[in-house]
Nanobody
C-alpha cells in the first residue's frame, strides 16, 4: 500500500508561480512512475506530467514549457513547479503513482496504482 498526500495548492493571480508537492509513504520501494493529473470544473481529467524512477519525463500539451516536474527519491517527494499560471490552469491537481510488487529487494513487473485526494489550484485574472 502507498499513501499519497498533495500539498501546495491555493489561490493565486495570473502570471504567478506555484509549487505542488506529492509525498509518498508506505511501501514505496518499487514506485516506477509518478504523475500529475488535473480536473477543471465541468471538464474531463487531463494528464499534466510524469516522471519515472529512471528520470524519464513527459508533459501534457497544455502545460509543456511552463510546468516542470522533479523528484527527490531519498525523501519520496515529487514536485510540480508551475510558472506563468493562467486562469485555464484552475483545477484540482492529483498525484498518481504506479507501483510494482517486490520480493525482498527485487521489483517485479506486476503493477498497481494509487491516487492522492487532490490539491485545489485557483488562478484569478
Amino acid at each position: 500500500q502507498v499513501h499519497l498526500v498533495e500539498s501546495g495548492g491555493g489561490l493565486v493571480q495570473a502570471e504567478d508561480s506555484l509549487r505542488l508537492s506529492c509525498a509518498a509513504s508506505g511501501d514505496t520501494m518499487c514506485i516506477s512512475t509518478t504523475g500529475w493529473y488535473r480536473q477543471a470544473p465541468g471538464k474531463e481529467r487531463e494528464f499534466v506530467a510524469s516522471i519515472t524512477s529512471g528520470g524519464i519525463i513527459k508533459y501534457g500539451e497544455n502545460t509543456k514549457g511552463r510546468f516542470t516536474i522533479s523528484g527527490d527519491n531519498a525523501k519520496n517527494y515529487v514536485y510540480l513547479q508551475m510558472n506563468t499560471l493562467k486562469p485555464e490552469d484552475t483545477a484540482v491537481y492529483y498525484c498518481r503513482v504506479e507501483v510494482r510488487v517486490h520480493y525482498g529487494s527485487r521489483c517485479w513487473s506486476l503493477d498497481s496504482d494509487y491516487w492522492g485526494t487532490g490539491a485545489p489550484v485557483t488562478v484569478s485574472s
